[in-house]
């Protein structure tokens, strides 16, 4: 009796980090619209950009122009939060104290050591980041919310050390004599002469968020927030992800911070505390978390609110909690995510 052959074993089927949820590769169908999209915000981003160089022509006084430097500089510090807690799902209470640290890193460096600013500001964003290297790789190990309660400690003891080192940051006073930049012998110390460096600094920051959303690792940074465990499963190192960007976001917002001490030219322990970390995250989920243009909004309404409620004095902060509850309730994706929802309600299904 004659014995048919063995058929030979199929070859077997690897898988790789990019074939995980949230992680398409790049010949995929699947990567092609997110390319697209990608333009389409680049060009988006820029045709705004340019938009806002017309801020000091058209706005009625310095005031408004100061504004909008804030505006900026919070756009940079609460896209980098949306980058960790909106894409990477890690909530941050201390993000506020890394905005503090770098301010401080900064100012300290000009009026302390006469360092000049244009050193203090790289200078600020490496040792933030340093920073939260130290915090991360102890707390980033463990699921849950150990981060949250990690930078929350952080940010409390920053708090305590910008109001207890009088020598060097000036105390509960603040921190006075902070220069600001300079390009040659023109002093950048007016609003409109600040405007154009916190626009391009912003701009180069919001440009670095989109390629890193596209990159190799920003899809594995959403591959990580979807399904940690999935993703360790397929090769990803989801602690070295998470690790990276909770760096890389805490150096963005030392960037931030050391813009804003020396536009300000003066720095305050109160800017930094908890609740302003706690705000951050509000502002986040307001403008849409996990979406590219939610930053944009929040920082918007960051800005933008509290200036329009100081003649309600008391009431202020609790017209702000009752707005802010109100559009939460009323659009949980966020404001950035208000046509989705307003679609689907209209045909009578959820937004996607």
């Known amino acids: ?118 050193i203090g500001l790289p200078t600020a964003a490496v040792l933030t980041g340093l920073s939260a290297l130290i915090i991360g790789i102890p707390a980033l190990r463990l699921r849950g919310h150990y981060l949250s309660m990690a930078t929350l400690g952080w940010n409390a003891i920053l708090l305590v050390m910008f109001n207890r080192l009088i020598d060097l940051t000036g105390g509960p006073n603040g921190l006075l004599g902070v220069h600001p930049f300079s390009i040659g012998s ?65 150096g963005m917002a030392g960037i931030a911070g050391s813009l804003y001490v020396h536009v300000n030219q003066y720095a305050s322990p109160e800017t930094f505390g908890v609740n302003g970390s706690i705000l951050l995250v509000v502002m986040v989920a307001l403008g849409g978390s996990g979406t590219y243009w939610g930053p944009v909004i929040g920082a918007l309404i960051y800005t933008a609110v509290p200036q329009l409620l100081l003649d309600y004095e008391d009431a202020e902060l609790m017209l702000f909690g009752l707005g802010m509850l109100i559009v939460l309730i009323a659009v949980p994706s966020g404001l950035a995510g208000l046509p989705a929802t307003l679609i689907g309600r209209r045909f009578g299904r959820r937004p996607s």
């Open 1 to 118: 009796m004659t014995m048919a052959p063995a058929k030979a074993a199929p070859p077997p089927v690897s898988t790789s980090p990019s074939q995980i949820v949230g992680a398409p590769s790049a010949t995929s169908p699947a990567s092609h619209p997110v390319r697209r999209r990608g333009v389409s915000d680049r060009m988006r981003l820029l045709l705004l950009w340019l938009l806002m160089l017309l801020v000091p022509y058209v706005a009625p006084n310095s005031y408004v122009i100061s504004l909008g430097n804030l505006f900026l500089i919070n756009v940079i510090l609460i896209a980098s939060l949306n980058l960790l807690m909106g894409y990477g799902g890690q909530i941050s209470l201390g993000h506020a104290g890394f905005f503090g640290f770098g301010a401080y890193v900064s100012g300290i460096l000009d009026v302390k050591l006469g360092i000049m600013p244009w």
């Open 186 to 250: 023109l002093a950048l110390d007016t609003d409109i002469r600040q405007f154009p460096l916190v626009w391009l600094v912003s701009l180069l920051v919001m440009i670095a968020i989109l390629h890193l959303l596209q990159s190799r690792v920003g899809r594995a940074l959403r591959a990580v927030a979807t399904n940690e465990i999935g993703a360790d499963a397929v090769g990803i190192d989801s602690f070295r992800t998470k690790l990276l960007f909770f760096v890389l976001t805490a």
